[in-house]
């Protein structure tokens, strides 16, 4: 079984998806509904899989200052918590841990060492909530490749990776420096671990992100294949369509 870590912010304006009102149609607001609704099917997904679900949140001392919400009494984990509950048939069996480290590479691998040699996991992995199309037979096909090779890899574009699973530790300093894949990848040649990949996939941080996304949405459930449904109610929502370049409201229409 692995253990399928998801590296997470607690839904808030600002701290989430950051770019993307910059990039996008959406505003602050919307941008944390749509993060809040990735979130529901990262998880969902993994909950459904044959891995073991962590959800693996950054705290509030560990959060930039100008967007912790302690002073106004903010609990992260709370806020998480109540956003991935109506999205899993057993909330109340999710472990929860605390992220340590100063950058997004130090926390994943802190996550992943821990797990591997603390813990003594058989395999770990990490995602996050901006993969909404992560399915449940993506995390068991990692797993299969896990058994074969220390190191799998899910590539999205531009260089980025939506899932890292390990059977061993590689030097996670700076380890997911753009490209990401391509480090990762490295890092693990030189640990002396074989490596293998997933199929590519869909990454969300930026508007052109997002218009690729909306794309990809439409296109399938026109065809009726499988949606990361919670995602897809919140970009209908926002009535976001796109010509392939751009992205346009319905109410701009």
């Known amino acids: 079984m692995t253990t399928v870590a998801v590296l ?12 993307l009102p910059a990039t996008s149609p959406l505003t602050a607001s919307e941008a944390t509904t749509l993060y ?8 969902a997904a993994v909950e459904a899989s044959g891995g073991d679900l962590l959800v693996n949140y950054r705290p509030e001392d560990a959060l930039p200052d100008h967007e912790s919400g302690a002073a106004d009494g903010g609990n992260a984990k709370e806020e998480i918590k109540t956003a991935i509950a109506g999205a899993l048939s057993e909330p109340e069996s999710v472990r929860f841990e605390r992220q340590v480290g100063q950058t ?14 603390r813990e003594e996991a058989d395999s770990a992995a990490i995602v996050t909530p901006y993969t909404p199309f992560l399915s449940r037979q993506q995390i068991d ?21 939506y899932y890292a699973g390990f059977t061993s530790t590689i030097d996670y300093a700076d380890s997911y420096e753009t490209p990401a894949v391509e480090t990762l990848t ?18 969300l941080a930026t508007g052109s992100d997002l218009v690729d996304i909306v794309a990809l949405l439409r296109a ?32 701009d229409r």
């Open 36 to 43: 809040t609704a990735m979130l529901k099917d990262v998880c």
């Open 141 to 161: 096909t990692a797993a299969m490749k896990l058994r074969r090779s220390p190191v799998v890899l899910g590539p999205a574009p531009g260089g980025r990776v």
């Open 104 to 117: 997004f590479s130090g926390r994943a691998g802190n996550t992943a060492t821990h797990l591997l040699e």
């Open 220 to 251: 399938r459930r026109t065809a009726g294949r499988i949606i990361p449904e919670h995602t897809t109610t919140a970009i209908e929502t926002v009535g976001l369509s796109t010509d392939g370049t751009n992205l346009q409201r319905s109410d």
């Open 186 to 203: 490295d890092r693990a040649i030189d640990a002396g671990h074989e490596v293998d990949f997933l199929d590519m996939n869909p990454f």
């Open 8 to 19: 997470c912010d607690p839904p808030r304006d600002d701290l989430v998806l950051p770019e």
